[in-house]
């Protein structure tokens, strides 16, 4: 089934795609340079920091940031630095999610994990070195000329990070899988473990781009609503979607009793939540005009995507 | 055996059990303070966290790092923030370095590790959360006011942390198991590992004491030479101690094949270097004259300590 506009017409999301996949080159390339060469005993770290962030993903995160600076006509290069770092912590969050101990993935990107293809403590010390890259990003100049900026920067990183945000999420799915949670459980679960990183997205690009306060809680709004319809669209993708379209092994969430977003609700239903969800989170970016176009189809885009 | 001093009178480390004692005592009740507190679904991460990091430990970093800072009047309650930074890497490091998948140690500080007490999961984000608090603690107006410093901070610390630093060295430490390695290479190995990050200790007090470029210099210098030090009093300690004196499972890493700084040589033999490798260290210090007491003599006490 493919996604439609509200209307009922098929949605034109040409011009977001080709985008993001300019931002995700950008992206890799920064990446690429910024991570380590494998050399000496210690290569397989550097191998494996690679292997888990290189060549994969959508780079939504990145995306997100990008376009959030440029409403506020941010330099690139200091918003690709940015992205890099929020991308290096999203794939350290994938390595360690991964692991046998926590979700026990063997796939992701349809490549095996990382701790299939270099070994279990590899891939915690990988993920471990990828966080802690990330906040040297940020500090550096080559994020943004004002020191006090980036300070914030890596605040606001380190909480939307931390226990209190994307790791906190993590703890709480572990804790709700395989009891009755209620919906509003699972949303606040989303909302650290997804929704929390989002929201330093835009905030960074806001930050960098120097935006003001009511432009700022507008994206922070907008991301925040974005993480559900994403966690949603995944959360269908794994009652419906098939392991080639996702990478990844399917309905493996259902089958371990993970809490979900589509409990109680039939996926019809849960889609047309997701719809809804989408249009109020992009008419939170009306203030912007045509300028936030691209964020806006983002908002729609999600339930369209196949991995 | 006791240690001597170099002239063979035994000696005296009451002033400076005294004084880490002072400064454990504060960094302690800071990390109770920015740690977050158990509650709702979340709560066994923030239990695993504070049970990581709390009442455990000399606090050889943080006192490194106040000692540091004092030789230039540097305001106490900054040093005690940093350090408590420093403290949150490090048992963070311990966490994930005891995992069954990395080195395997069920006993830590006496106690169960982490991951025994709290299962393997927690134990992994608990590491990850610890890990992300230092860099929200070094960004806060608390740890300086200056935002310069601040991002510097935040710079030295990732650069002693990650792949080029402490997790570059458990990567040799795991690479080189089992095998022979020059005594070069296991040097290497310990300065990544445990070198970095005390070397970020006299980083980070010269930064917020405001230090100028040749006493920074030697405080570095110092730092390096005291992870050695303090390295073979592991080894020795690994050699000759008793679990109930380590606190942790004894001769545990000579069974593994682990690196070692002792390798070809007898305890005494590496125990005289040692102490000639700690005089060394404290000589780097002659130029802050008794003010550097304690520093100096924390550079000899290594090869007394029991645990």
New interface residues.
């Given amino acids: 089934m493919s996604g439609g506009a509200p209307g009922g017409f098929p949605a034109d999301f040409s011009a977001l795609e080709a985008e993001m996949a300019a931002v995700a080159a950008r992206v890799e390339d920064c990446l690429d340079q910024v991570l380590?060469q494998p050399q000496?005993?210690?290569a397989?770290?550097?191998e494996a920091?690679r292997y888990a962030t290189l060549g994969g993903g959508k780079r939504l995160r990145p995306f997100l940031l990008l376009e959030t600076g440029r409403l506020f006509g941010a330099p690139e290069n200091w918003l690709v630095r940015a992205g890099a770092a929020v991308e290096c912590v999203h794939c350290?969050s994938l390595v360690?999610d991964d692991?046998p101990?926590?979700d026990d993935d063997a796939l992701r990107r349809g490549r095996p994990a990382t701790h299939v293809a270099f070994?279990?403590?590899?891939a915690?010390?990988a993920?471990?070195?990828l966080?802690?890259?990330a906040?040297?990003l940020?500090?550096?100049e080559e994020c943004h000329r004002d020191?006090?900026v980036?300070?914030?920067l890596?605040?606001a990183?380190?909480?939307a990070?931390?226990?209190?945000g994307m790791?906190?999420?993590?703890?709480?799915d572990?804790?709700?899988e395989g009891t009755a949670p209620a919906r509003a459980?699972v949303a606040r679960?989303q909302t650290l473990k997804t929704g929390a990183l989002l929201g330093f997205c835009t905030e960074a690009g806001a930050l960098i781009g120097g935006a003001g306060g009511e432009a700022a809680r507008a994206l922070s709004a907008f991301a925040r609503d974005l993480g559900l319809v994403y966690q949603i669209a995944d959360d269908l993708l794994d009652a419906e979607g098939s392991a080639a379209e996702m990478g990844k092994a399917a309905r493996k969430d259902a089958a371990r009793g993970k809490p979900s977003l589509l409990m109680g609700r039939s996926p019809a239903e849960a889609r047309a939540e997701a719809r809804a969800l989408g249009d109020a989170a992009a008419r939170q970016l009306d203030l912007f005009g045509e300028r936030a176009k691209l964020l806006k189809d983002l908002a729609r885009y999600a339930l369209d995507r196949r991995r």
Same sequence: chains 1, 2.
């Fill in positions: 380590p000496g005993p210690e397989p770290l550097a920091m350290y360690h692991l101990c926590m070994g279990e403590a590899v915690v010390l993920g471990d070195a966080l802690t890259l906040f040297d940020l500090a550096s020191a006090l980036r300070v914030r890596v605040s990183l380190s909480r990070a931390g226990a209190g790791v906190g999420g993590q703890m709480i572990m804790a709700l459980e679960l």
